[in-house]
């Protein structure tokens, strides 16, 4: 999907688009626009009112409201329609299809699929789409999501874990499962999907209700301004007509932040979908912004997820090329990341290539030793030599039993790669041991800088891990988190999230599993995976569809960048009125009052010139910021004190000195072409 604004396919709906949101219904939830309407209408007809010589002058303030409004529209308009498309690729996964229904009595019946009712059963096979929202409760299947998450790579859905959940519209590819349906009809997840990037049910937010709520009391003040000044100009001899009063109203109004409000708010759910993350909630996304603690899990977070063979450490009288070789020969079958990051680590250190044991070659005759619970560990027998590898009390009773001892030496080795956050695994050969294969959780790349980044925003990083708190401290202070809980259980991380919001702080976390959906109902932001467990969906008010927990981090980028973009354009907005009033009220004055032309210092040419040029200049200058809008300001990790300064430095500056600009070149292509 296109993300350009000039797009044709979103720009040509989003036309007809802003003239139907004319609808008082709709106008009178943005008060600002609403009163802008309702100026263009008085300004209308007063084009039948006027004397004639002031007939031209007062259709082309009526034209220029029109547009005042009909870009606010339009740009509300375009930020829709760039979630209509993403809503289309949706529908498409909610094609009408059939349900086999499971009856009580065993047989099953097939049915519509919005027939079916929350509570029942369905049975899917290969090749069939699963009809609606639901929970595996019998089988194990490969499903296609790409639908939903435009990942072509199949997932695996079970019975009994935390991948349990399917989704209506996805594609069972391989095996047989039974699901119970969860959701009612008309509120699946692809139903709330749709409506939410489509805006249907976007709510406003407490902060934009908040400004919503300060834009409209600057608009009454300012309104009552105008009124109040009518006779008083005509007391003092100056004589405002209606159309001139609307427009002095206009540009007072901060009509540009409240045109662009709404878009910001559908863009910064549209930056979302785009990252394949579905907030259920507009109220999360903006509090994303606000977040002052980060949970993450360990793995597959802060951890790539895998532990990886890091060093070889030898035992008295063995070299590490020794230890390294019988390391490798026990792991050639072991098709764990952990088993082929030791063959790995073998090959990179001392050249020794794998070996292909799996058939005869030069008469060897290979048997390997697969790991199981019960003997933790695993190897090789290889002609004569027995190799094995595997949990240091599994190997000393394996060496004890073989009549050999194990040596103080790898106990030290052992607890020494503990204390360091690691993983020994010990290896042996016959009844001697030859040393410490250490595994390392390895720290995702980069992981470091970002959580610095945070840092600097103001966001404390918590890492939650079920590892013992020797391990976790090391873990935690290669990673670079600011605290870190370890054997942490369901209930410690509820706890640690009220604890931090009784501190009043805002938190967020992700989580996949049943076990997760009290802590994600609690956090401010709950980040559920699309791999999870329907409870864990339906607790959190953001679904990644990517189920990367990574992407939490993104998330708190983007409702930042939502924070500052609305900032930035409302700071635009009041400095740009103030210019506006520099700009239109001493050229209003100068010809009943000679004496304040030298605060003309702009020169416009005449009163109707200056006002018709400032009412121009606000109605382009909205169309001119919808890039922006849409787009966001560029997101910088910076604390709130260095964003205001710059907002202040570049957009109200900005907003100072660029109407000054386009107003005078405004002015000057009315006066060329004698407009007034």
């Known amino acids: 999907m296109s993300t350009s604004l000039f797009d044709w396919q979103i720009a040509r709906p989003a036309i007809p688009a802003a003239f139907k949101k004319l609808h008082p219904r709709l ?17 209308t007809f007063s084009i039948f009112t006027t004397t004639p010589d002031a007939r031209g ?9 029109w547009f005042t409004v009909l870009f606010a529209n339009f740009a509300e308009a375009i930020a829709e329609g760039r979630g209509k498309a993403q809503a289309d690729t949706l529908r498409k996964a909610r094609k009408d299809t059939t349900a086999r229904r499971l009856k009580s009595n065993g047989s099953e019946e097939t049915i519509p699929a919005q027939s079916l009712q929350k509570g029942d059963t369905v049975i899917c096979e290969t090749g069939d789409l699963i009809p609606a929202d639901g929970e595996v409760i019998e089988g194990i299947a490969s499903v ?3 639908a939903i998450t435009g990942e072509s790579a199949p997932v695996i859905r079970e019975s009994g874990g935390d991948r349990s959940a399917v989704t209506g519209g996805t594609r069972v590819i391989s095996d047989r499962i039974l699901i119970r349906i969860t959701s009612e009809k008309g509120n699946t997840f692809i139903d709330r999907m749709i409506s939410m990037v489509e805006g249907a049910q976007r709510q406003k937010t407490p902060n934009e209700i908040a400004l919503t709520i300060l834009l409209t009391a600057l608009t009454l003040i300012f309104l ?9 100009a005509r007391y003092a001899g100056l004589t405002l007509s209606l159309p001139v009063l609307t427009a ?22 549209d930056r979302l979908i785009r990252r394949n993350v579905i907030a259920t909630s507009g109220r999360a996304v903006e ?18 997820g895998n532990r990886m063979a890091s060093d070889f450490r030898p035992a008295p009288g063995i070299t590490e090329a020794q230890l390294a070789d019988a390391a490798q020969l026990a792991s050639l079958a072991d098709e764990t990341p952990e088993g082929r990051s030791i063959v790995i680590l073998a090959k990179e250190k001392f050249n020794l290539r794998a070996r292909d044991l799996t058939t005869d070659n030069n008469n060897t005759q290979a048997t390997f030793i697969p790991f199981t619970a019960q003997t933790r560990m695993s ?16 190997i000393r009773q394996y060496i004890q039993q073989l009549g050999g001892s194990y040596p103080s030496e790898v106990t030290q080795l052992v607890e020494t790669a503990s204390r360091a956050g690691r993983t020994p695994l010990v290896v042996a050969e016959g009844n001697q041991v030859l040393g410490v294969v250490e595994l390392k959780d390895v720290v995702k790349g980069g992981i470091k800088q970002r959580f610095a980044q945070l840092r600097q925003m103001g966001i404390r990083t918590v890492m939650i891990t079920g590892d013992n708190p020797m391990t976790a401290a090391a873990i935690a202070a290669e990673a670079g988190v600011d605290d870190f809980m370890a054997q942490a259980t369901p209930e410690d991380k509820l706890n640690r999230i009220r604890h931090e919001q009784a501190q009043g702080r805002l938190v967020a976390m992700t989580g996949d599993g049943t076990n997760d959906a009290p802590a994600l109902a609690q956090a401010d932001v709950g980040v559920a995976m699309n791999t999870g467990t329907q409870a864990a969906r339906e607790a959190g008010n953001m679904v990644d569809l990517d189920s990367n927990p990574t992407k939490l981090i993104e998330i708190v980028e983007i409702g930042k960048q939502l924070l500052m973009t609305r900032g930035a354009l409302t700071t635009f907005s009041i400095s740009n009125d103030v210019a506006k009033y520099f700009a239109i009220i001493p050229a209003m004055l100068m010809a009943t009052f000679p004496a304040i032309a030298p605060l003309n210092i702009m020169r416009l040419a005449s009163p109707e010139s200056a006002i018709l040029s400032a009412i121009i200049f606000n109605a382009l200058i909205i169309i001119a910021l919808i890039p922006l809008a849409l787009r966001g300001v560029p997101y910088r990790a910076v604390g709130a004190t260095a964003a205001l300064q710059r907002n202040l430095l570049i957009y109200g500056l900005g ?4 109407p000054f600009i386009g107003i005078k070149a405004i002015d000057l292509i009315i006066t060329t072409l004698h407009l007034v």
């Open 57 to 65: 002058f007062t259709l082309q303030l009526s034209l220029w409201l």
């Open 144 to 146: 296609d999501e790409a």
């Open 287 to 304: 509090a994303a912004g606000d977040i002052d603690v980060l949970l993450l899990d360990k793995t597959g977070t802060i951890t790539i």
């Open 27 to 43: 106008m009178i939830q943005n008060p600002v626009m609403a009163l802008t309407l309702l100026g263009a209408i008085t300004t």
């Open 655 to 658: 907003g100072l000195i660029l």
């Open 248 to 269: 002095l109203l206009v540009c007072l109004i901060p009509t540009t932040i409240g045109a662009l409000l709404s878009a910001i708010g559908i863009s910064g759910i």
């Open 224 to 232: 009552g301004v105008v009124v109040t000044l009518h006779p008083f």
């Open 379 to 394: 190897g090789v027998d290889i002609d004569q030599r027995r190799i094995r590898k595997g949990a240091a009390d599994s």
